[in-house]
């Protein structure tokens, strides 16, 4: 017998060992971060082997876990995980211990793409159209559709001839072995909404399973996607935290400087270019520590200013509000049994419910009849037990779980708001490195947001009503929130105050340092990524994004770092 999961020691040589005895030699490239976008980007600019590319990753190698599509849930709150809390207000996440939403960010090789949940989406045709419409040519869907599929290797039906293969990334058809979410489309059908077969085109409304970037079972991330393959030009420096990007008087980026494994620190010189892709939250982070951001903000914390930029603005997130689902599974088995056997099967024989991806079926609807834009999408989650379903609530939510029977599954339903109207920012809470900034996101600061939200509970609400769901006597669970029982249930107050206090997010985050052309004065870089009033600077992640997408970030953010490595290879290719 063996395990079809992978070795630890597959993965490239860490460098930072060598780095600490002997200092870095010269790179022409620095990329920081190593996560959906910043692995793209690092491997193609090391396909010239002329390039001398450092690649720069916080965390470390992803477990072994990360390998097994239905145990993704077990990274997060971990090491691997930079774990982020939002601060608080009175409109969102009340119903959370601390009152603040948890903000899951991988924190690894990898990044998030080593712990999300897998699932291959890459928004609506429009969201990129209103990108280029906004003064960012080369953005539009139709532009943009060759590094979608310049990325992927997909293993099935390529009817639309929206799919790529022999890409880096494996994407293929995450279709359920979990028998009773298969209520789930029964039930929107009977609804009358949409059975969609493939949402990858860019413009599908309704209900189906989603593709998942898996290959014959294990999860695959752009670490293993794009890092694997041997290049002796290319050096990975894992535990390496930057915090801070150098300038010389021309205000060119030169060099960064960096700790390693939290004690040792060093700096690392890039005769050509500096790109950051740390995320939509750090990425914000090292910019304002370097100088770079809102002159305000800077020099409250002491930080010279070296150039006024509208960084850590802009930010959004698809917020979510969770509901509960309780139902009978046709064929009962034991949770502690089932589990047992999945695990065994994923782990001998590379098959079983744990080979799939824990979100497989998603529904993506517009609230508002008059327009196919979608503005709202649900996750089906399901949970492995009551306690699982209560963890970060507070005591009185929890309570709501203990009296269900073991005889009944809980299914998780994330009402995903897709395009927020409101927006938040991201702050340093000190010049101290160690210290997380401040994540203000002004969750339904907007009336208009909270509106979209009910309107998206209501409609998965009507669910109850089908015969799928009577089938199995699904039903949702009434959580115990004293403050909303003042409504009537299921009335549109009870509803927003349900959201005020069931919030959470999908982990979304996007926008901190916005795309857009010299006009722009709410824009960080330009269309090219670069950032503004600087030389060889470039950001490469969702940061970039001028509005959120309509679905899940990793395979836009892939593309971001497939279209910025096409940029830095043009300005630096020999004429």
Not at 258 to 287: M, V
Request: aromatic share 10%; hydrophobic share 35%.
């Amino acid at each position: 017998m063996h395990c079809n999961t992978s070795p630890l020691d597959m993965w490239p040589p860490d460098q930072g060992e060598e780095a600490v005895k002997n200092g870095f030699e010269k790179y022409d490239f620095i990329v920081v971060g190593a996560g959906s976008a910043g692995s793209v980007v690092a491997s193609r600019l090391a396909e010239n082997p002329d390039h001398r590319v450092l690649l720069l990753e916080a965390g470390s190698n992803p477990p072994m876990e990360s390998e097994i599509p239905g145990l993704a849930f077990t990274l997060l709150g971990t090491k691997y995980d930079w774990k982020y809390e939002t601060t608080t207000n009175s409109l969102s996440c009340l119903g959370s211990e601390g009152e603040s939403c948890t903000w899951h960010k991988g924190k690894t090789l990898g990044g998030s793409s080593a712990i999300d949940y897998m699932n291959y989406h890459r928004g609506n045709s429009k969201d990129y159209d209103l990108w280029e419409d906004e003064g960012n040519p080369s953005w539009s869907w139709r532009d943009i559709l060759s590094f979608f599929k310049k990325s992927q290797n997909f293993k099935g039906d390529n009817s639309y001839d929206v799919h790529g293969t022999g890409g880096p990334i494996t994407v293929e058809p995450c279709i359920s072995s979990k028998h009773d979410q298969y209520m789930l489309l029964e039930a929107s059908a009977e609804l009358g909404y949409s059975q969609v077969t493939d949402f990858v085109p860019g413009q599908n409304l309704g209900f189906g399973f989603l593709p998942c970037t898996m290959d014959n079972g294990r999860r695959v991330s752009t670490a293993r996607a794009y890092l694997l393959e041997e290049r002796p030009n290319l050096h990975i420096v894992r535990d390496a935290y930057v915090h801070k990007i150098e300038f010389d008087a021309e205000m060119k980026a030169t060099s960064v400087k960096l700790k390693i494994n939290s004690t040792h620190e060093l700096e690392a010189d890039a005769t050509k270019e500096i790109i950051l892709s740390a995320g939509a939250i750090e990425t914000p982070k090292l910019l304002m520590l370097s100088g770079i951001g809102p002159q305000t903000q800077l020099r409250l914390m002491g930080i010279p200013v070296l150039k006024d930029l509208p960084v850590g603005e802009n930010l959004q997130d698809h917020c979510s509000v969770s509901l509960f689902l309780k139902y009978q599974p046709v064929q009962y088995l034991s949770k502690e049994k089932q589990l047992l056997d999945e695990v065994y099967n994923q782990w001998i024989h590379h098959n079983g419910a744990y080979g799939n991806a824990a979100l497989d079926i998603a529904g993506f609807i517009s609230t508002k009849r008059s327009t196919r834009y979608p503005d709202v999408q649900y996750q089906f989650i399901p949970m492995a037990n009551s306690s699982q379903a209560s963890i970060g609530f507070k005591s009185n939510i929890q309570a709501s779980f203990e009296r269900i029977p073991d005889s009944y599954r809980i299914l998780k339903i994330d009402v995903g708001l897709l395009r927020p109207r409101s927006r938040g920012h991201v702050r340093l809470e000190s010049k101290d490195i160690t210290k997380p900034p401040i994540i203000i996101p002004n969750t339904f600061q907007k009336d208009s947001d909270l509106k979209t939200i009910v309107r998206g509970i209501k409609e998965i609400a009507d669910f109850e009503r089908t015969k799928s769901f009577e089938r199995v006597h699904a039903r949702i669970i009434r959580i115990n929130l004293p403050a909303c029982d003042l409504f009537r249930y299921k009335s549109t107050k009870y509803w927003e105050c349900y959201a005020k206090y069931m919030t959470s997010s999908m982990y979304h985050a996007a926008g901190t340092a916005r795309m857009g052309p010299d006009r722009d004065i709410h824009a960080v870089v330009d269309p090219e990524l670069r950032v503004k009033g600087t030389k060889g600077l470039r950001v490469a992640d969702a940061s970039i994004f001028p509005n959120i997408v309509s679905g899940n970030l990793n395979p836009p953010t892939i593309m971001v770092g497939e279209k910025a490595a096409e940029f830095i290879k043009d300005a630096w290719r020999q004429p």
